[in-house]
């Protein structure tokens, strides 16, 4: 049987913490962010944790993360 391959996207995008779970960035920081406030734009600085609901499907294409 082949390898897995890992899907280079979500590696990017994705890392595993230290109890298995999927870190992932927060989104609305790229642009236009004069008329977001500075308790917004803070908030989004710190990495979040990737839904339960989503996690079956994150584990088939980081199958070695």
Known sequence: MPKMKTSRAAAKRFSKTGSGKLKRNKA??????TKKTTKNKRQLRHPALADETNVKNMKKILPYA
Not at 28 to 33: F, G, K
């Open 28 to 33: 609305y920081r790229r642009h236009i962010l």
